[in-house]
């Protein structure tokens, strides 16, 4: 069993010819709501997998959190896993422009108002051999709780740890497999090329690091040293995403079907490329069966 402990949000996006500047209006075309939040993203992929999934999210009292829970039913996931909570739903709003490239805001009242001794409520119900899934969106405190939680009960960890917060490298010594992009191994302090950096945030404390590198693909580093999987050149639409189908195929592969991590980051790699050849979040993710092809 996998639970994914995160974030659900509505997405709003829209498509920019350019990037606003600062004071200047651009006109677009109609918005497009999809279900968001890189927890409730990562827990569908993960789902779609084969995997058995948990996920639990806080979503307001509003009609958005209502949105919310009736896509997740929709998707298996049940709603007896959402906790309702005084603070708005958390939304994202997102600008795609013409190259597919992605500027979010998002807000994490919702997110942030899961207590520390819920997080690790939530994990004391797993046991030795589930996986824990977390990203970056509940607070520091109720995150280290969760991971602390997991270690104590012999629950192997993922820690995608996006949006960055002050703190989060102390948790790497709690995590087995920590998985992110280039901005956030930087603002982690791993500099340098892409192979330096997965060495440097093993150093500090993570089991197994995999740094996504958008178009040029991933590197792995574990025990046997570091090593790049190249990504499929393909036609990139909309990138929102890529990362989140990532994240849950590369969990399922190494968690759930035991492969090999380079296996694992290539199949990883070939789901998020299917990904960024579609518009929209959880609507671009590939399907049950697409993914069943590259496990
Ligand atoms: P994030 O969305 O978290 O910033 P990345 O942009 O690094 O993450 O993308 C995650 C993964 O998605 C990459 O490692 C790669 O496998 C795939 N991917 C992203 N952009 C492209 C692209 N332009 N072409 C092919 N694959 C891509």
Known sequence: MFLVLGNATVDESMTVEAWPSPGQTVVVGPPRRDLGGKGANQALV?????????????????????????????????????????????????????????????????????????????????????????????????????????????????????????????????????????????AFGGAGAPEEAAQALRRAGAGTVVLTLGGRGAVLADDAGADHVPARPVPVVDTTGAGDTFMGVLAAAVLHRGLPLRAAVAAAGAAAALTVQRQGTVSAFPSGEEIAGLL
């Open 46 to 186: 993960l789902g779609r997998t084969g995997a058995p999934v948990r996920f639990v999210a806080a979503i307001g009292r509003d009609a958005e959190g209502d949105w919310i829970a009736a896509r997740l039913a929709a998707e298996g996931l049940p709603e007896s896993d959402l906790l309702r909570v005084e603070a708005a739903t958390d939304r994202s709003m997102i600008f795609v422009n013409g190259a597919g490239e992605n500027a979010i805001a998002s807000t994490t009242a919702a997110a942030c108002s899961i207590e520390p001794a819920m997080a690790a409520a939530c994990v004391a119900r797993l046991g030795p051999g589930d996986g824990l899934l977390m990203q970056g969106n509940l607070t520091l405190a109720a995150t280290r709780a969760a991971f602390a939680a997991a270690r104590q009960t012999g629950v192997r960890t993922v820690f995608n740890p996006s949006p960055v917060q002050p703190g989060f490298a102390d948790l790497f010594a709690l995590v087995d497999l920590l998985v992110l992009n280039e901005g956030e191994a930087a």
